[in-house]
């Protein structure tokens, strides 16, 4: 598995000179450009991919659905995680991230998609999932990729800052997943 601090993460942007605001604009024209499409499954982000990426004038060639899955009864009825996997290792894991991905790609027949599941904040963190714990997935025809990512190492690092760095965190993979 594959683990990102926010400072790990926003150092790699910085050595690919990707401005982490210029992600939405970058997905979109690249998604257009090699006409694929592109899905979301998100959960602590709460829609803030897919409103970054329909931000974007251009974003209905390229994106046609986005879950926002806070509750595990959505995750299970619409994206098809299994029961087992939210009762024994729960919505915050790899497992679900991965579930997640999966099932947002196979509901939209999409090309890519990405989901989030973890814990924002300020609250719901616990020693074996703190604030800022985040697992994002990137589902594509080259299989599915999990990063467990600790947003909360930044100073000052509150919902909004946890919220944005996962956002980028799943539009930069989602960048990555197309050549």
Known sequence: MNELTSKQFYSILKSEEINPDDLPMLVVKKYIKSKKILATAESCTGGYISKCVTEVSGSSGMFECGVCSYANRIKTKVLGVDEQILSTVGAVSYE???????????????????????????????AEKPVGLVYI??????????????????????????????????LWLALRAIN
Do not use: F, H
């Not at 998609?113 to 904040?121: C, D, E, F, K, L």
């Open 96 to 126: 679900t991230a991965k579930a997640m991905a999966e099932g947002v790609r196979a509901l939209a027949d999409s090309d890519v998609a990405v989901s989030t599941t973890g814990i924002a904040g300020p609250t719901g963190g616990t």
């Open 137 to 170: 997935a990137c589902a594509s025809e080259r299989g599915t990729e999990v990063y467990k990512c600790l947003l909360g190492d930044v100073e000052n690092a509150d919902r909004e800052k946890i919220r944005r760095a996962a956002t980028d965190v799943a």
